[in-house]
């Protein structure tokens, strides 16, 4: 009984381990993405700063973004290690702060000859944690882009409600597979493997953190629109029961 216990206990930690580094192996993966993909953003703003800095309105808007950029990668470290905690994050978004995410994600269009339509119907501050949303916004642009046919196009709709702020990314690709859509809304807890659904692992944990909500859906144009909404964060109080899970949704339309 003594030896059959020690070699339960010993099997134990050898899967705590392998856990451990499982986690471990996401979290470099996320961080490389979210770092790397933003860093060609940068750049391509301190080539527009080399080419047009005389022009006192283009310095003035390629300054705020590059301090922005450098402010969501030092963030970015962080939440990307799961350090992130509700109330550290600024918690005011505005329309810039999702507009800037265009430029960042504009060379990986270019490579691919994408078209973007951005709509962006935010008006004023809204009281979300901006890292957070920005993060989980990049990331669904990423994969969209990287989902895209040559010359398709990435669609990104920002709107906001009297109590949340609703973020739609949807791209022309083959589809978001079922077992990483099932994944990405919560209705299955297999992690994508390696090279699949980069970033998903980041965005359903850091939506679940803002008691959020994740839908897939299928609509008539586009092969996948993922559909993010984050409740307010005046009105987290009535989410509280709720707060480590995500209420999710998949629809698939015919």
Known sequence: MARALNEHEELASHLADQDKYAVLGKLASGMAHEVNNPLGGLFNALDTLRRHGDD????????????????????VVGSTLVMYRRGVADNSL??????????????????????????????GVLPVAVE????????????????SPEFGTVHLRARGAKSALTIDVGDQGPGLPDDLASYLVGHSDEAPGTGRGLGLWIVRRLVADEDGEIRVIQ????????????????????FESAKDSVRVEAIHVE
């Open 56 to 75: 006192a309105k283009v310095r003035e808007a390629t300054l705020n973004l590059l301090e922005r950029g450098l402010a969501h990668i030092r963030n």
């Open 94 to 123: 505005r329309p810039a702060d999702i507009d800037d995410l265009r430029l960042l994600i504009e060379p990986e269009a270019s490579r691919k000859r994408l078209q973007i339509a951005w709509v962006n119907d935010l008006h």
């Open 132 to 147: 957070s949303v920005r993060q989980v916004i990049l990331n669904l642009l990423i994969n969209a882009c990287a989902a």
């Open 219 to 238: 609509e008539n144009g586009l092969s996948t629109l993922i559909s993010v909404t984050w409740p307010f964060r005046e009105n987290l109080s009535r």
